[in-house]
């Protein structure tokens, strides 16, 4: 009747309380709203979504997560944002170069938070602590990169979950030449499919026409930056006013990261210079994305 497995069922009831059924001497009984309730679970699943953030969720939030992307211009339900977050797992697997646990404990809070609160308050910030531990010398430069690699890799692998290639809007994503740090503009495109959006994601240390010609050909409504280098060189500007120029006037221009602001006179009058993830999440409502 619902199409869920007898196993699966049973651990949604027992783990997250998805439905609790009536029983008598022949076993559980469902209701007809059991049913109902347990068919928008497995949509809402098979989209994306966690089973631990659904259900938690009212019959009516779930009718409105299987609209079509595009048909709501907010939120369903605004969770309140974790107040604290307990990582030790998470810094402990790093400590002791365990990359099993590592996945294992960023698979136990994505299950357990949005999209972008997992990005903005546990990815992002455990990337920054580990690169000033290793310039200050408790961490090795070793770890730095286990923890970037593991998140690109789940960043990557969210991306493809969440893919929607017929999505009516589009977005591309790259960082011009000379800025190799991707994960930031990574999280970003991973939010962008999240919300229901189409993503094109061409990755670090791409040359101004590359970038403009792959918009055209992608057929994307937005191209979103990452300027994650703050430094200001002649060769850097030359190429973000070769992107002002020739970007298309019907394409819009987004830019984020610590690069952003400082190039803001370039990138201000034709696009918009975001100052973080919430930001940035605005504008995805905008254009029809929805909130996990």
């Known amino acids: 009747m619902t199409g869920i497995g007898i196993d699966t069922l049973r651990a949604w009831e027992r783990r997250h309380g998805a439905v609790t059924p009536v029983r008598d001497e022949r076993g559980r009984m469902y209701t007809d709203a059991d049913v ?9 699943v098979e989209q994306g979504h966690s089973i631990g953030r659904l259900a938690g969720l009212t019959d009516t939030d779930l009718h409105r997560l299987a609209e079509p992307a595009g048909t709501i211009a907010a939120p369903v339900t605004d969770p309140v944002r974790p107040a604290s977050l307990d990582t030790g797992a998470l810094s402990a697997a790093l400590d002791t170069y365990d990359t099993a646990g590592l996945d294992q404990e960023i698979a136990r809070l994505a299950a357990v938070l949005r999209p972008l609160d997992l990005l903005r308050d546990v990815l992002m910030p ?3 602590q ?3 531990d290793w310039r200050r010398g408790p961490a090795g430069i070793a770890q730095e990169h286990l923890m970037s690699s593991t998140v690109r890799h789940i960043l990557g692998s969210f991306l493809r979950l969440y893919a929607q290639p017929d999505a009516r809007v589009r977005l591309l994503f790259a960082t011009p030449s000379g800025d190799r740090h991707e994960i930031g503009t990574l999280g970003a495109a991973m939010l962008a499919a999240s919300s229901g959006l189409g993503v094109a994601y061409l990755g670090p240390d791409l040359p101004a026409r590359e ?13 979103v930056l990452g300027l994650t280098t703050a430094s200001a060189g002649k060769a850097r500007e030359r190429e973000l006013r070769a992107i002002v120029r020739d970007l298309p006037r019907d394409v819009e221009l987004w830019a984020g990261g610590r690069g952003a602001e400082r190039h803001a006179g370039i990138i201000g009058p034709r696009g918009l210079v975001l100052p973080g993830y919430d930001a940035y999440q605005q504008e995805l409502v905008r254009l029809g994305g929805r909130v996990r």
């Open 130 to 132: 580990v690169g000033d």
């Open 211 to 223: 970038i403009v010609e792959s918009v055209q050909l992608a057929g994307a409504q937005v191209l």
């Open 126 to 128: 455990a990337l920054v």
């Open 36 to 44: 109902a309730r347990l068919r928008l679970l497995r949509h809402a």
